[in-house]
């Protein structure tokens, strides 16, 4: 089995995690990942906002999860004690701009993101996620991705990010622990057979 297919094996997502810190050297690893995903036309719209040390993450905790009954409540009290969080955000106007280039205006793409059948500062965002998952997974480091939802401005806000820019998500990362380790309900919906979603030479 190559590397790339045993962290795909191994993968899962993790919401209860150790509190020790990820080396440098492995989170930079992690991040560099989401730079080999594709980007339609080059364009390369992605930034992270990586929240490593505890001040920030207690920050995003208070903004998206403040304390209260919601936070007594939560079910994955393991997932807080992630020692990184990283903020995936697109800018989608430079999708618009880059196809207004001479090499792609025949498209038309570049006049409005409406032109864009399918938006793929969307896919491009979540093929580098799904990236850097897997290189997470071959470290042997716990991920999780999920959804920042009704908490995306104030998240914007507290963080800097700029305006034009959308949360994807964010992903936990840390150490797995094992101890504390459950899945979530939606799990035990399974995985598909690949024969019920292979349609080979037409539907």
């Known amino acids: 089995m190559t590397d790339v297919a045993a962290a795909l094996a191994g993968r899962r997502s993790c919401r209860a995690y150790r509190p020790e810190p990820i080396a440098v050297d492995l989170l930079d690893t992690v991040l560099a990942a989401s730079l080999r995903g594709p980007s339609a036309g080059n364009t390369w719209a992605l930034d992270l906002v990586v929240l490593d040390d505890e001040a920030a993450v207690a920050a995003y905790?208070?903004?998206s999860l403040p304390s209260g009954p919601r936070r007594d409540a939560f079910p994955w009290p393991g997932?807080?004690?992630a020692p990184v969080l990283v903020v995936p955000t697109i800018r989608i106007a430079a999708y618009t701009e880059r196809y207004a280039e001479a090499d792609k205006a025949a498209t038309?793409?570049?006049e409005?993101?409406?032109r864009w059948p399918v938006p793929y500062w969307w896919v491009d965002a979540g093929a580098a996620v799904m990236a850097m998952l897997l290189a997470a997974s071959g470290?042997?480091?716990?991920?999780?991705?999920f959804g920042t939802f009704e908490r995306e401005d104030?998240?914007?806000e507290r963080f800097g990010v700029p305006g034009d820019r959308r949360v994807v998500g964010t992903i936990a990362l840390g150490w797995p622990d094992e101890a504390e380790h459950r899945r979530s309900a939606s799990a035990r919906r399974g995985r598909p057979e690949l024969a019920e979603v292979v349609h080979r030479g037409c539907w």
């Open 108 to 110: 038309r793409l570049g």
């Open 79 to 81: 997932l807080l004690r």
């Open 139 to 145: 470290l042997g480091l716990g991920s999780l991705l």
């Open 61 to 63: 905790w208070d903004t």
């Open 112 to 114: 409005s993101p409406d």
């Open 154 to 156: 104030a998240l914007r």
